[in-house]
């Protein structure tokens, strides 16, 4: 049997990112206060304010929480929700439940986590070290206000494996997987002149996009790119954060240009093309999981845009717990090992407890994006058109996923023929007055129809049949100081056609509501 890497365990994880913090602050000498808890490192921005000097001017502004150079800095953001069609929350969701879901099935009040901003803790640094060059650091990472767990979307899969599809609670996908530092690790140097060059777990450039030009910031509630990781991860939600990663940020003037290459990490695991394979007749791969992305962008006075290209190789995509005794199952999604929809012969080469299976793809994305920044509106669009095709080198039982959960099931060929997935957004936020603002956002996606020969009738729907899901989102956001605020707002998302099938395999099992409608009202405090 291959060897089970589990991943990090959230008490541990807790521990270690305590034990960061504590070591050499205080709450009067500490962070910069940000919309987003874990916010870039201001390598490239405008000189840093001046740090909290006293107890009352950190309640009273929003200066950093800074000593020597090292900042603290984190959120705290929790409301309560009702939704037409949704599940018993799980701890370790860290997305709420406002998108349309495959398994929702009935209406309910619930503890709604990290509605516009996501619950966390970090420092970060900026210390010169040379006339005009500087070392950067941050480490970042995200907690669950509804339950004090680190944000971890594979454990929302592993702890709902084998049970009764009635009987689940929330599931999803995601970057952040239990990891003790689950959203940036990384550090770097840093000039004005030459830009800024970070190696560690850094947010892809796309993720970066997606943060500055959706009009609701990645607000989980609210907005479909920020929820759904499909668009900033370039057609994959583990893809919104690389391990293992070179990233370089350069401006001149009005025109920013942005690179960034991953290296390749983790275990291919044990592959086979054979239906009739066994643990003796699979050979072990080796990882081909890097990727790249440029970006290019500028401003010119209240308008600016970015061009975002990505290449994502062997991205892995978790669409369900394992099946089970009590779900509508096939042997190759269950307690079997299975490769390609072919469950293995004789023993298996690992466990199943605490695994994933995943679907593998290489991914090339680009995206356009674009807003007009006026008084009292700013206005917001963009594009994505997202190429996946089955991966040019597999991956097999045994391979990593994010946070080091293995896949014990694996398909490389789901594809008949590239997948084609486009992503359009576009809304408006308005400024009623300096406290208070509202947001008007729509978003939708649509695939094209990749099953060949085309199979697609209104009474079989499969997963590869083209369909569209839409969602619209309205809300309003008061700040009564600079660091705490209220908000309140709707969210309605619809599916349909393949984008609507729950389970993908054969016919497809479809999802049990095709709309939800989410209600939300929360607070926020920032430091």
Request: charged content about 15%; proline content about 6%.
């Amino acid at each position: 049997m291959l060897p089970l890497r589990t991943p990090f365990a959230g008490a541990k994880g807790v521990l270690l990112l305590g034990a960061l913090l504590t070591n050499g602050f205080v709450l009067d000498h500490s962070a910069h206060a940000a919309d987003r808890p874990t916010a870039e490192p201001a390598a490239a921005a405008p000189p840093t304010p001046a740090a909290c000097a006293s107890v009352q001017e950190f309640r009273a502004t929003d200066c950093p929480l800074t000593w020597h150079g090292v900042t603290l800095f984190g959120v705290y953001d929790v409301g309560v929700g009702w939704v037409s069609h949704g599940l018993p929350e799980n701890g370790y969701n860290y997305e709420g439940e406002s998108l349309v879901n495959r398994n929702g099935n009935h209406s309910k009040f619930l503890l709604a986590p990290n509605n516009l901003s996501q619950t966390g803790v970090g420092i970060k640094a900026k210390e010169e070290v040379l006339e005009g060059w500087y070392v950067v650091f941050n480490a970042s990472t995200g907690i669950n206000p509804q339950s004090g767990q680190l944000a971890n979307m594979a454990a929302t899969n592993t702890t709902n494996a084998g049970l009764p599809r009635a009987s689940y609670s929330i599931t999803g996908d995601g970057a952040r997987a239990g990891q003790p530092i689950n959203d940036e690790f990384y550090g770097g140097v840093s000039s004005e002149l030459f830009g800024t060059l970070t190696l560690g777990r850094q947010r892809a450039l796309g993720t970066d996009a997606m943060l500055a030009y959706d009009p609701a910031g990645g607000a989980y509630s609210f907005s479909f790119i920020g929820y759904n990781g499909l668009m900033a991860g370039g057609g994959d939600t583990q893809d919104t954060r690389w391990d293992e990663a070179l990233k370089y940020r350069l401006n001149l003037g009005p025109v920013h240009f942005g690179a960034m290459y991953k290296f390749t990490d983790g275990q291919a695991g044990c592959y086979s093309a054979s239906a009739a394979w066994t643990a003796a007749t699979c050979t072990a791969e080796t990882p081909h999981n890097s990727a790249y992305g440029f970006d290019l962008g500028g401003t010119y006075g209240k308008f600016s845009a970015d061009v975002v290209v990505q290449r994502v190789y062997q991205a892995i995509s978790v669409l369900n717990p394992l099946l089970g005794p009590g779900s509508l199952t096939a042997p190759y999604q269950s307690t079997l090992n299975s490769i390609n929809t072919h469950p293995i012969n004789g023993a298996n080469l690992i466990g199943t407890d605490n695994t994933e299976f995943g679907i593998v793809t290489d991914n090339t994305a680009v995206m356009v994006a674009a807003k007009y920044t006026g008084d009292p509106f700013k206005i917001f669009a963009g594009y994505e058109h997202i190429r996946m095709t089955n991966p040019s080198n597999p991956l097999g039982v045994g391979a990593t996923a994010q946070g080091g959960y293995l896949l014990s099931g694996v398909e490389d060929n789901n594809l008949d023929s590239p997948k084609i997935a486009q992503v359009a957004w576009t809304g408006v936020k308005y400024a009623y007055d300096r406290k208070t603002d509202v947001t008007l956002s729509a978003y939708h996606l649509w695939q094209n129809d990749f099953r060949v020969p085309s199979a697609c009738p209104p009474t079989n729907f499969r997963a590869s049949c083209s369909g569209f899901l839409n969602e619209v989102s309205l809300y309003t956001d008061h700040h009564f100081t600079k660091r705490f605020d209220a908000y309140a707002g709707i969210a309605y998302s619809n599916v349909s056609g393949g984008l609507a099938i729950a389970i993908p395999h054969g016919p497809g099992v479809p999802y049990l509501h095709n709309d939800n409608i989410a209600p939300t009202v929360g607070a926020r405090f920032t430091f």
